[in-house]
């Protein structure tokens, strides 16, 4: 299977959560970062050429708000998904990012937000900005197919 290489920053405090959505997305082509808190995740955010954030709302010490605003002025240009077990989140929370979509929709539908985003922001994979190659990605329905193969 051709790779994207698109690279993927997930952060949760949900550790478990966090290592599911890594080995999924791993395996289905994207290259992931993953961060346990808001902190770490703003570092790894400003030191790497991170392509999609997934932001989780409710977190300790920072909530995704306060992580999604501090991205906005490092990287705006950045597309954010937040994931979250919440349904209301507050309008400032929401001008911030650019997806939003709670944990229990599932994989196709994490899939399918960010095949959209990568489209709408043009976005090319890690090994495009580096020297462009061709890279067929498989449709979320067909990413999801090849984990039980």
Known sequence: MDKPLHLILCIDDDVV??????????HTGYR???????????????????????????????????????MR???????ILMLSAYIDLPADV????????TKGEGAVALFGKLDTLIAHQRIPPIAEKIAPHSAEVPSPDKRIKQLGD
């Open 17 to 26: 959560g966090l290592s599911v959505r890594r080995r999924l997305l791993e």
């Open 94 to 101: 929401i001008s911030l990012i650019d997806y939003r979509m």
């Open 32 to 70: 992931v970062l993953t961060a346990a808190d808001g902190r770490t995740g703003l570092e790894l955010f400003a030191a790497h050429p991170v392509d999609v954030v997934i932001l989780d709302y409710a977190m300790p010490q920072m909530d995704g708000g306060q992580v999604a605003l501090q």
């Open 73 to 79: 002025q490092i990287k705006p240009e950045v597309p």
